[in-house]
């Protein structure tokens, strides 16, 4: 740091002669100020005063600070350092229009519990989050979720594991309205030719045709399944009459042991196999004859009939068929009293 002491006497004396007009007018050697040069501070500014007067000095003093940093343009915009607005730094704060949104809790339980998608959404919960709300805003096909976002986000996982991954575009793109013997329904346009030619074909023969309703896409799963989607859940199933074909139990489902359980009950009753048959003639006539024979009455019968099978077993048991018999029948009674056969005459079709 440069400081000036006040000066002795000869210093003011010497600054009062080089004041004089004479010497302004002689040319100013040129003075540079060499740190470490023996002499004080004090010393080489009265040298060079008494040589060259008060312009000399701040000549000198000038050329020892270097030039005056020259005024910013004000039409300039200056450059933002790192660290600056809309910038983060190490230990800095986000600026506010790149915070990301906070993830709502159902979405974050979602994605949690669905690892499979994560994928498919950049491993990025707030990706997934702000991806799925710009397809809900996007989509016409809201209604098919009862207008909440929610039920729209709980198919996603399904959807994106057949490999879509905008549910709501892949809706408004692939399904309409299909006509089927005067009915109207939702499909995937992939079947509607299809199904044009069947209606055509049905109304050209003038048959007495029967069918009062007709169905299609719904966003659902496989009956009894959390993680399979229905074919009506891409729109390539369609249900005729569905209020009175033969059907099976929802609530069994995919379950090979009840199923299995059921058809041996349906084929005793009926007399028909209804996995085998292939023609709606049977299946219908086996469902009425179920509907007006299984019953707690018929039940009683079949027990009944075990007991008989069983003393007769008893009493010849070398004879491999009244063996058979029993067993058989002791299988039909052990399906008949499940919980879950009370009322087996429905079961939806998937």
């Not at 299609?216 to 249900?239: K, P, Q």
């Not at 009840?258 to 003639?281: E, H, M, N």
């Not at 018999?325 to 052990?334: G, W």
């Amino acid at each position: 740091m440069l400081t000036i002491e006040s000066m002795d006497r000869r210093v003011q004396k010497s600054t009062r002669a080089q004041e004089s007009g004479e010497a302004k007018r002689r040319a100013i050697p040129s003075a540079r100020l060499v740190q470490g040069a023996e002499g004080s501070l004090g010393d080489h500014l009265f040298d060079l005063q008494r040589k060259a007067g008060n312009a000399a000095v701040t000549a000198m003093l000038l050329q020892r600070a270097g030039p005056a940093p020259a005024p910013a343009d004000a039409g300039v915009t200056p450059t933002v350092a790192p660290g600056g607005p809309a910038t983060t730094t190490a230990g800095g704060t986000p600026d506010a229009a790149t915070t990301p949104t906070p993830v709502d809790p159902d979405v974050q339980t979602l994605w949690d519990a669905n690892t499979a998608m994560q994928a498919s959404f950049g491993n990025d919960v707030h990706k997934f989050q702000k991806d799925t709300q710009d397809q809900w805003t996007a989509t016409s096909s809201k209604a098919w979720f009862s207008n909440d976002i929610k039920n729209y986000r709980q198919y996603v996982p399904t959807y994106v594991s057949v490999g879509i991954t905008n549910l709501g575009n892949w809706i408004d793109a692939n399904i309409s309205t299909a006509h089927f013997l005067g009915l109207k329904a939702q499909t995937n346009k992939d079947i509607q030719a299809a199904l044009t030619t069947a209606s055509t074909a049905i109304l050209t023969a003038g048959a007495d045709h029967g069918v009062t309703t007709f169905e299609g896409f719904n966003v659902r799963m496989i009956r009894g399944s959390t993680t399979s989607l229905s074919l009506h859940a891409v729109g390539r199933a369609v249900d005729i009459n569905s209020g009175t074909n033969p059907q099976f139990r929802e609530d069994l489902g995919h379950d090979s042991a009840k199923l299995a359980s059921l058809f041996r009950v349906i084929q005793t009753v009926t007399g028909t196999d209804v996995k085998s048959a292939s023609d709606y003639a049977s299946q219908q006539t086996a469902s009425e004859t179920f509907k007006t024979t299984f019953s707690a009455a018929w039940v009683a019968t079949q027990k009944t009939e075990l007991e008989t099978r069983k003393k007769a077993a008893a009493a010849a048991p070398t004879d491999a068929g009244a063996k058979q018999k029993f067993q058989d029948q002791q299988q039909l009674v052990n399906d008949v009293v499940q919980p879950w056969m009370a009322t087996p005459a429905r079961v939806s079709s998937p």
